[in-house]
């Protein structure tokens, strides 16, 4: 992936966003007008794909971010702090201990030139969903990302119990009564989908209006 513009990877992400869209959008459709004995094993089914498109999008949309601000050549004197610790994290990742002195003289030689290097990262190091988007989860790319969502916060407990934990019980082949299903697929409907849009927003508007610079471009 090469992202080179702002206008690049707004399609992307918008591009991304598209297709899960049409896939749960007709998902729904398909459950609506299944016959009754078989709309519980397609919420079962459908809990488990929503899932996938709430952490695909996530995971997609943030690297992407990432690999424009990649492809920018901008130094991190002109960045806002979020990006200079994506860059300390990315660069004493493996065995760095602050008790030992040669890793502090190699801390402070790294701070003492950052202000002028290029931001620089591998994306795929830095946003991790573990496989796992929870609202812990999600909280630290967005904290890494410099995006800030109160709706996500009032979600907390949609994600970690209604959508993340169905998800895990199917994928797992845990026996959920109907009704549970049911309950689930219902909340999950209704409250997924302006999740994904609204990161998918936050990331837009950031890359749109360069909200990563200290002072954006006007």
């Not at 931001?119 to 989860?137: A, C, H, Q, R, W």
């Not at 916060?153 to 299903?181: P, V, W």
Request: glycine share 4%; charged share 25%; aromatic share 10%.
């Amino acid at each position: 992936m090469r992202i080179r513009s702002a206008l690049e990877c707004i399609d992307y992400i918008n591009s991304d966003i598209a297709w899960r869209k049409k896939e749960i959008t007709s998902l729904i459709f398909l459950i609506e007008k299944a016959r009754k004995h078989e709309k519980t094993i397609l919420m079962k089914s459908a809990l488990v794909l929503f899932y996938s498109h709430w952490e695909g999008h996530i995971k997609n949309c943030s690297i992407a971010y990432i690999n424009f601000l990649n492809h920018q050549g901008i130094q991190h004197s002109l960045l806002k702090e979020n990006f200079h610790h994506l860059s300390l994290g990315e660069n004493f990742r493996n065995g760095f201990s602050i008790s030992k002195v040669q890793h502090q003289i190699k801390l402070y030689e790294y701070l003492s030139i950052i202000p002028n290097e290029k931001f620089k990262v591998k994306e795929g190091n830095v946003i991790d969903t573990n496989s796992n988007l929870k609202y812990d989860i999600l909280d630290t790319i967005l904290l890494q990302l410099g995006l800030n969502s109160t709706l996500f916060i009032q979600k907390e407990h949609f994600i970690n119990e209604i959508l993340l934990s169905n998800r895990n019980a199917i994928a797992h082949g845990e026996l959920r009564d109907n009704k549970s299903i049911e309950d689930a697929y219902n909340e999950v409907k209704e409250h997924l989908l302006p999740l994904i849009e609204e990161f998918n927003t936050l990331v837009s508007n950031a890359v749109a209006s360069s909200s990563y610079l200290i002072k954006p471009m006007e």
